[in-house]
């Protein structure tokens, strides 16, 4: 079955950064992008940008362009996203999601990372 | 930049109720939006993809409908298990998610 395994908890200080991971499993890992969502109470869910699996390509919300980054290691079927110069407002919860054939929809979710800023 | 409205922000119902939920895009989007479920301390769930498609194992109960600028996702008979927030999404231009719809029981 399809699965999306992120990694634990982070607490970080501010202006540091923290690098968080999305295992997949269950099917073809290079035939489907990867996108990554913030969600936080305040600003809801917030779209980060998404790598495609394949080639390594990326394309990034504009207002996370120089504070993420996306990366895929293609031999362990897993995708990462670097966050950084962190600050308070980067708490949040980041979620991993598959996009489904020909777009439809985010099919699967990665149960998601909290990320806490704080010093 | 996109914005989408959800309306209402909460939505109380009852067990057997149809229920709809609204989505109002800022501009035209095509029709490229999506419909996600997410209950207390889940990730969300795909519901509806690309306005009215069923995403496989998703009760019939659910269905969505709209254009242009005005969507819609409908629940033809409340059941417990659909208390949750609902978002729409669109991809048409950008990304956006809508501000959600926590949907209650009465």
């Known amino acids: 079955q399809v699965q999306l395994q992120q990694s634990g908890a982070e607490l970080a200080k501010p202006g540091s950064s923290v690098k968080i991971s999305c295992k997949a499993s269950?099917?073809?890992?290079?035939?489907?992008?990867i996108s990554w969502i913030k969600q936080t109470t305040g600003q809801g869910l917030e779209y980060i940008g998404y790598?495609?699996?394949?080639?390594?390509?990326?394309n990034y919300n504009e207002k996370f362009k120089g504070k993420a980054t996306l990366t895929v290691d293609k031999s362990s079927s897993t995708a990462f996203m670097q966050l950084s110069s962190l600050t308070p407002d980067d708490s949040a919860v980041y979620y991993c999601?598959?996009?489904?054939?020909?777009?439809?929809?985010?099919?699967?979710w990665g149960q998601g990372v909290m990320v806490t800023v704080s010093s | 930049d996109i914005q989408m409205t959800q309306s209402p922000p909460v939505l109380s119902a009852s067990v057997g109720d149809r229920v709809t939920l609204s989505c109002k895009a800022s501009q035209n989007i095509n029709k490229n939006l999506d419909w996600y479920q997410q209950k207390h301390g889940e990730a969300p769930k795909l519901l509806i993809y690309?306005?009215?498609n069923l995403q496989t194992g998703i009760p019939s109960r659910f269905s969505g409908s709209g254009s242009g600028t005005d969507y819609t996702l409908t629940i033809s008979s409340l059941q417990p298990e659909d208390v949750a927030t609902y978002y729409c999404y669109q991809y048409n231009s950008g990304w956006t998610f809508g501000g959600g719809t926590k949907l209650e029981l009465k």
């Open positions: 269950g099917y073809t890992f290079t035939s489907y992008y």
């Open positions: 790598i495609n699996t394949g080639s390594g390509g990326t």
């Open positions: 999601a598959r996009e489904g054939e020909l777009g439809a929809g985010f099919d699967y």
């Open positions: 690309y306005t009215n």
